[in-house]
């Protein structure tokens, strides 16, 4: 049966509409989804940082070696923002819950200059009343040597059980959010969970 031109116009017109939607949502896909820190599996190596705020304040501290085996969210990140300290505080919380089960976990500010951004992160602390260990370090801890930090990776959330990574979050500036917060905290449930 030969086919109208309009229905033959509309249906490549639906095809097209189609294949941009797939490339637009391939897009958005790949944009969500960066890959920050060590794979699933892979070894925590350690690495040494300036506590800044905690119990070892002042001081140079392996958190990897001294969480041992524990479960543990480690939070690298390269600024500091409110959504992250956001993040850090019910962090917070849900580690006070569930200190009993071993759960731990630290902060790291990865910076080309640590000492200039040692305030910054005290600033942050005291603001918003985060009492996890909070530390500085240079780049050298982001390289794929160490923590494998991806170069857009603004915050990067990896969670480890005898040191072996079990999930990790990666977030471009301003991807964090109120989603990204939520997701975080149920897979530290499922950490816990699984623990």
Known sequence: MPQCPLSLSIRQTVTAVLALMTVTVGVGANKQSIESGRAIGQSVPSFYVRAVTGPLRNKSVC???RNGSRPCVMVLFR????????????IDKVVDRNRAKGLRS???????????AISRLQT?????KITLPLS???DVVGSPNCQNIHK?????????RRQKVVERFGFRSKELGTAGTAQVLA???????ES
């Open 124 to 128: 942050m602390a005291f603001n918003q």
């Open 79 to 90: 600024e500091t923002s409110p959504v992250l300290g956001t993040l850090l505080k019910k």
């Open 136 to 138: 500085v370090a240079t």
């Open 106 to 116: 630290f902060g790291v500010l990865i910076s080309p200059e640590p000492g200039r």
């Open 152 to 160: 857009q990776a603004e915050v990067t959330v990896v969670l480890y």
């Open 63 to 65: 958190y990897v070696c």
């Open 187 to 193: 897979r530290i449930k499922r950490l816990l969970d």
